[in-house]
């Protein structure tokens, strides 16, 4: 693996806030919970199709108390578009009762708290620290732990490793928007199957080219 050097590290993301100098999650939400719930609903589901079903969520549950009054059976009947919806419609009710016992219905800012929550693992807690504390944190989904390694931007193969390996590496001026940036390059450039090279800004300087 051939590792992207501090130059071209920072000549790459030049060029994405160049073309993107606010980007944002992709996932709709309207609180700091709503966030939370739609980052636990998007596992293994694209954030379109969780969009589609929070959008009419959100206009009645967007507090936990609320989420609570809804039940399973009327939770589920927004989410069944969801893969998994079944664990899901769990865990968000969970969430949310452990918000409301241990949090004052309250999403917590620290990362170790976040985690207590039923379904929210490191991934979802960085990323409510990120987007809504504005924390530095690097969120590694499956864009993230594909592309990092492929471009040279990151070493590792887990996404403990690769968050490791990007959180040293990264210059602290792109750090707050970095996991944006990599995402959205993995998901609409570097895609999986048929990667864009002929469109991509970066592959003048891509280590997979190389």
């Not at 620290?110 to 924390?135: C, D, Q, S, W, Y």
């Not at 990151?154 to 996404?159: F, H, M, Y």
């Not at 210059?171 to 970095?178: C, R």
């Amino acid at each position: 693996m051939t590792l992207l050097s501090k130059q071209e590290m920072i000549e790459i993301f030049r060029r994405w806030r160049d073309a993107n100098p606010a980007p944002v999650s992709e996932l709709e939400y309207v609180n700091p919970f709503t966030l939370l719930v739609a980052v636990v609903l998007s596992a293994q589901t694209t954030d379109k199709g969780v969009n589609k079903a929070t959008g009419p969520l959100f206009k009645v549950a967007d507090t936990p108390q609320k989420m609570l009054a809804l039940g399973e059976e009327g939770l589920i009947s927004y989410i069944k578009t969801i893969g998994l919806y079944k664990n899901k419609a769990k865990h968000v009710l969970g969430l949310s009762q452990k918000l409301i016992d241990d949090f004052g219905g309250e999403v917590p800012g620290n990362r170790e708290a976040l985690m207590t929550l039923p379904g929210v693992g490191r991934k979802t807690a960085n990323v409510v620290l990120n987007v809504i504390f504005h924390e530095p944190t690097m969120p590694v989904d499956t864009h993230l732990l594909r592309v990092a390694p492929k471009i040279g931007l990151a070493e590792g193969n887990t996404p403990e490793t690769v968050e490791k390996s990007l959180l040293e590496r990264i210059p602290a001026e792109f750090l707050h928007d970095a996991h944006h940036w990599i995402l959205l390059h993995g998901r609409y450039v570097c895609t999986a199957r048929a990667p864009k090279c002929e469109e991509c800004i970066i592959s003048d300087l891509c280590k997979h080219n190389s």
